[in-house]
């Protein structure tokens, strides 16, 4: 798509100094900040309420001839000095209409005047006395205006929308209609437009720019949309109030961008918005289209012209390398105690439905046993019940190596719980005798398998003996990519962390190593941290090392956990996915790396349905869920056929894949 690639479209906010009413001197300035804008390959540029003539010209807007006539030819000038530049300008101006004032809004493209929207309500309380000099739009009697020498649809029910590219599709609400109880902007994302822009003039107090932060951020969010927020600024009379010129830009409830107030030479931000991912948001959300029924009244299109994305096509947005886990520590520290709350509040209703006052898990000496572990003291510890009464069982087999034994049996002593070692060998061998597996055989899907499932029944069979709920440990990304053995460690009678995606569970056991717990406790958690993840199914290496690491084999989880994202919470196809990709990993991953993990994901994330479709309870813990039961629905045959050639087709000709047989469909952990 020429103007939104991915659904990128590039948006500024800006405040260019404001001399008030003086017209020519602000589109002077105004035509500054265009030329900068341009520079930055800005697409849609939103300039403050009644940028022309500052907002605060009072009883100087009865002026018609004089200031609402300069403002009009001024308009002009700034029509034809941007007539070469596709670039979308919204810039506020007072408008006279059949005896009328209005506080309006023209937007512009190519040194046309598309259309001007008036605003709705005029706050007529303590500061305000907007309603002595303008009109609302509900007393417009015509539907078209005449301004700079050109024809114009006149109205608060306009959308400028990209025939081509639905997801370019513009609004424009002013200042006070985003504080009312029923914003328009409500009911122009519900008419399809995906990039609400409001100009403004919202006087500065103390706590005011947090809650109009806020309000944005929350609009955004309630609308699906993008909403781009410019604020006029310190230049603007001082009689009374001042003005600060808070810029902000949010999309679905995150804000991407946001000004330093009080600049005295003013200021412009700019980011990507996102206009196909909030598309996939209003379809996965079946109220939203339910709100069209909300509406009264038609909406007018007017055509824009294709607006060409910078080339070369660099997103200037922020992308999380780490989607799941937030970058900010305040944050981080509030996602990971809620996290826990959150498994913990499941895990404590199961056992009390269940009227049972055990558990049993295993203890691996991993990352995710060890947050199983966490998660079941802090239930108990809720319940009131012992820690004695968590029976954490590890259970060595061929692979496993004396360090993760050794987290094993400290967790269970620096947590006090109880431990019981069962050593699955014997067992195991029986088995491959009973089934007559080669016992030379140590490298087979079989021989790992075999161990995973002999795991399960042992844990199974201590819940029915001890009168406990078995509790498994697997995360979100294993399920993902079906890094788990079907009627093994696939099964359990509650998983806490079927939620929880690898990027999140290391970070979890990282927050409660360095914020929960000290000491000996803190010292296993930080080894555990050190342990590189391993099924451990195949005998050790040399020195009793870890010989089969997860990462080298399906790929790293931190590219796994960024394609989950992509995939479910964005609605992402594999080219966009790869586009996203490349840039958040740039410098870490080239391209070739990122497609070949890629191809890896989609087609486990395929083969490995079967496996989800059964999977036990457990709770969602975020956005992000594959429960066969809520948030993911997919048939198990499902074919992968026009994502892998989707990805195929946007990279170079390579050779195949080295270990391509584990893109196979087998039950095993390496399948």
Known sequence: MATAPYGFLRVAAACPPVTVADPQRNVDQILRFVRKAHGLGVQVLLLPELALTGYTAGDLFFSLETLVGGAERELGRLMRDTARTPMVIVAGMPVALEGRLFNAAAVIQSGRLLGVVPKTYLPGYKEYYEERWFSSSREAVGDEVRLAGAAAPFG???LFALEEEPGVSLAVEICEDLWAPVPPSSLHAVAGATVLLCPSASNDLVGKAAYRRDLVKVQSGRALAAYVYANTGVHESTTDVVFGGHLVIAENATV?????????DGELVVTDVDTERLLVERVRQTSFAESVHALSGGYRKVALDPIPAPSPHRLIRELERHPFVPADPATLDERCQEVFSIQTAGLAQRLEHTRLRRVTLGLSGGLDSTLALLVAARTFDLLGLPRPGILAVTMPGFGTTPHTLDNA???????GVELREVDIKAACRQHIQDIGLDPSDTQSVTFQNLQARERTQVLMDLANKEGALQVGTGDLSELALGWTTFAGDHISMYNVNTGVPKTLVRELVRWVAEHETTGPEAKVLRSVLDTPVSPEL???GEGGAISQR???????????????????????GPAKTLFLAEHAFRGHYDAATIRRWLRVFVTRFFDQQFKRSMSPDGPKVGSVSLSPRGDWRMPSDASAAAWLAEIDATAPASKPVKGRRTLSRSTSRKG
Do not use: K, N, W
């Open 409 to 415: 049996r400290q967790l269970a002593a620096t947590m």
């Open 256 to 264: 991407l961008a946001e000004s330093e107030r009080f600049r005295r």
């Open 538 to 540: 195949l005998p050790p």
């Open 550 to 572: 997860t990462e080298e084999i399906v790929g790293p989880y931190e590219l796994h956990d960024f394609f989950l994202f992509c995939l479910l919470r964005l609605g992402a």
């Open 156 to 158: 608060c029910r306009l």
